[in-house]
């Protein structure tokens, strides 16, 4: 397993940006995909957005236009820039290595995103 740790979580307005950040340890992850979960009160855990290991990159609807997900290889760091929050964006997100969510078992322990109105 490698070591996923999420940082970058915190407390916004409607509208603003936060930067989640998964930095990996252990092992690198270059050739892996990588992905974002959330997961709010009473709901499941489910896609935010995720990256393969050539750039290709797949959003929730919910989210496309507004948040991006990127890597830095030298850092063995992948990122979730947020723009434009909603509440309903609120969840603890969390990172993946993988594709899918079941082709590893490989999580980071999450960050927690509030946005109130």
């Known amino acids: 397993q490698v070591q996923l740790v999420e940082s970058g979580g915190g407390l916004v307005q409607t509208g603003g940006s936060l930067r989640l950040s998964c930095a990996a340890f252990?092992?690198?992850?270059?050739?892996?995909?990588m992905g974002w979960y959330r997961q709010a009160p009473g709901k499941q855990r489910a896609l935010v957005a995720r990256?393969?290991?050539?750039?290709?990159?797949n959003y929730a609807d919910s989210v496309k236009g507004r948040f991006t997900i990127s890597r830095d290889n030298a850092k063995n760091t992948v990122y979730l820039q947020m723009d434009s929050l909603k509440t309903e964006d609120t969840a603890v997100y969390y990172c993946?290595?993988?594709?899918?969510?079941?082709?590893?078992?490989?999580w980071g322990r999450g960050t927690q995103v509030t946005v109130s109105s």
């Open positions: 993946h290595r993988g594709w899918n969510s079941w082709s590893t078992n490989n």
């Open positions: 252990g092992s690198i992850i270059s050739a892996d995909a």
């Open positions: 990256i393969a290991s050539g750039g290709s990159t």
